[in-house]
């Protein structure tokens, strides 16, 4: 165990380099995952081609022995053979298992494993720090697929072209040799067949790359959409659409199968093709040295050595042609997933961004533009100061910009023009991990992790202790409710996993846990954006006074369709369009009888009405 130990830890599976964007090219891509594994996918490559030589050596020398045996006299036959006999025992019994066990343990133990966790891993982190665009317009379960598939197509089409190249290189030139040296006449018909060998790979295997590279979009289109129906499963029941995501997941299903029939009937005609010409190689070779021996030019031991090595070439040409198979149906896996993974991250920290130092909570928004690519719309010429401790109101119809200007403050995009300010220090100078550890943020659509609920509640602040979380959960009115709660494998109370984005709390619960996250983290900046819409009048009292308490020395952005939430803000922004309209009190708005005055009137249920605003801000999303 310790010698398999010694080769498992010769490559580090996570190395600590940060990613950097992969290469958009086949070569390059698979250049740029294999770093650190190449010294011993070079020394397993150089082993393998020592144990061809002796392989091919091997049968040569069995070619001897049977001339020996034709001629010797048993008498004297292990006197004059014997210390070449016993050459060959310990070739057989000691060097050639030790170069295979070492060849084995690199390969399997350091390669195998290790190599295609590496690319896991990097390609993980690289995707991680991806924007949110990219995420919005991809399947999960179609990214986590690419993911997987890739890194093991990468260390497929390095390993077997290695492979390819030792046979080809090292074992068929030793048997030309090997036959040549025995009698020339008799590589011709290996020649022809080589030929023959190699046409078959130039028609066949680019087409096999070709299906291989559209089976492998398929399996993920096929695995995206059947993650996508489990991950909205309360949807689909709540429809009534249990048949429909049937037939949506069938027709990726049928596409997959497409491939996969068109893929067998290349290989089934390439076998049989393969078949035919590996049994006129056997035949030609078998008369040819048979002919000879009769001729007396060549030995009944060449001619044991030559249908011998024919044979072993019969089965290795099988090998060889499913490899190579196996190999460009890997490039085409590794084809599609570069276009998955070999993109530019469109949020970025610049070169030497610092971290951001937030001792205020100052925001200022100076002359903003967004339009998320289109040119104009959702946001623009937009400023806006938010002092130092002081709570703010966003108000709007749907699709005035609010969220987008969230979004905007958090960098989960970069603005077109205008810059935003933390503390005087512009926020596309900064790194984007101490920005947000800045920010406390409670949503109205608040998803969890599918973990337990204390590790969702340390979440927001992963090193603080168990009396901390305790205080953040009590202080969200969840101590109750978590305390009952219990999951299929019987972990209960703040052991008990909540299940895929939280599915089975209530919303109330979910958001409950989710504003304990918060009030855990503790950042100077908190942004709530409908944070009490999916709790009931009663809980909603509760933690409405415990929220007040968490903006305590706090700049607060709040965002809220329902205005009797944010009245009691220090001063309320309301925007239309993009651009800010009104700003004052919750009095001073109502006394100016503007757009605020008008929706507070209107209000009906607490909740604003949506008109066609709504369509600006979500057609520029789409």
């Known amino acids: 165990m310790r010698m398999f130990a010694w080769f498992e830890r010769r490559l580090d599976p996570f190395p ?4 950097t964007e992969p290469p958009k090219t086949l070569i390059a891509f698979c250049l740029h995952y294999s770093k650190g594994a190449w010294p011993y996918i070079i020394v397993s490559t150089v082993l393998s081609a020592i144990l061809a030589i002796i392989e091919v050596w091997l049968f040569g020398f069995l070619g001897n022995i049977v001339d020996w045996l034709s001629n ?6 292990l006197q004059t053979e014997g210390w070449k006999l016993a050459g060959m025992a310990c070739v057989v019994l000691i060097v050639s298992p030790a170069l295979d066990l070492i060849r084995q343990l690199l390969t399997q133990q350091t390669v195998m494993g290790n190599y295609p966790m590496r690319i896991r891993w990097q390609v993980h982190r690289y995707l991680l720090k991806q924007s949110m665009t990219f995420y919005q317009d991809e399947f999960a379960g179609r990214i986590a697929t690419k993911l997987m598939q890739t890194a093991l197509a990468v260390r497929d089409c390095i390993i077997k072209l290695f492979e390819v190249l030792n046979y080809v290189s090292i074992y068929f030139v030793s048997v030309l040799v090997l036959v040549g040296s025995a009698d020339w006449r008799l590589t011709l018909p290996m020649l022809v067949w080589l030929v023959g060998y190699i046409f078959l790979l130039r028609y066949f295997i680019p087409r096999l790359g070709k299906v291989g590279q559209e089976q492998a979009d398929a399996r993920s289109t096929m695995t995206g959409r059947i993650a996508d129906s489990y991950s909205n499963i309360q949807t689909v029941k709540l429809f009534s ?11 990726a299903m049928s596409g997959f199968i497409d491939t996969v029939y068109r893929s067998m009937r290349l290989v089934t005609v390439l076998f049989v093709l393969l078949g035919i010409l590996n049994a006129a190689l056997l035949v030609a070779v078998s008369a040819l040295s048979i002919w000879l021996w009769v001729g007396g030019m060549v030995s009944i031991g060449a001619v044991a ?4 090595l024919v044979l072993r070439m019969w089965g290795m040409s099988h090998w060889v042609m499913w490899e190579m198979s196996g190999l460009f149906e890997n490039i085409g896996t590794v084809q599609d997933g570069i276009g998955s993974i070999s993109l530019p991250r469109l949020v970025e920290d610049k070169p030497g961004a610092k971290d951001i130092a937030v001792t205020k909570g100052d925001i200022v928004f100076d002359r903003v533009g967004f339009h998320y690519g289109k040119g104009k719309g959702v946001i623009e010429n937009l400023s806006i100061h938010v002092r130092p401790g002081e709570k703010v109101g966003i108000v709007g119809r749907s699709g005035a910009g609010k969220s987008t200007l969230v979004n905007l403050l958090l960098r989960f995009y970069d603005l077109e023009s205008g810059r935003i300010l ?9 790194t984007q991990d101490t920005l947000r550890a800045q920010i406390g943020m409670v949503t109205q659509d608040t998803s969890l992790l599918h973990r337990s609920v204390r590790e969702n509640i340390l979440y927001g602040r992963p090193d603080a202790g168990e009396a901390m979380m305790l205080e953040a959960a009590r202080r969200a009115e969840a101590l109750d409710f978590i305390a009952a709660l219990a999951d299929p494998k019987g972990r209960k109370g703040f052991d008990a996993h909540v299940g895929e984005r939280g599915v089975k709390l209530s919303g109330g619960q979910r958001q409950r846990v989710a504003i304990a996250r918060v ?3 503790d950042a100077p900046i908190l942004i709530l954006d409908e944070a009490t819409s999916a709790l009931d009048s009663e809980v909603e009292a509760a933690i409405q006074e ?3 308490r968490l903006m305590e020395g706090k700049t607060v ?3 809220a369709h329902r205005l009797s939430t944010i009245a009691a803000m220090d001063r309320l922004i309301v925007m239309d369009k993009g651009v800010v309209i009104e700003d004052g009190t919750h009095d001073e708005l109502l006394a100016r009888d503007g757009l605020y005055a008008q929706l507070w009137r209107r209000q009906s249920g607490g909740f604003l009405p949506d008109d066609e605003a709504g369509e600006v801000e979500r057609a520029a999303a789409e």
């Open 519 to 521: 009030m855990l983290k």
């Open 557 to 559: 952005i709040a965002i």
């Open 305 to 308: 050595v030559v249908i011998g």
């Open 546 to 548: 415990n929220l007040y």
């Open 422 to 430: 933390v503390d005087g220090q512009d926020i596309s100078a900064v």
């Open 241 to 251: 659409h249990a048949r429909r995501e049937a037939s949506y997941a069938r027709d």
């Open 72 to 77: 010797a006299n048993r008498e004297t036959f």
């Open 16 to 19: 600590v380099a940060e990613p």
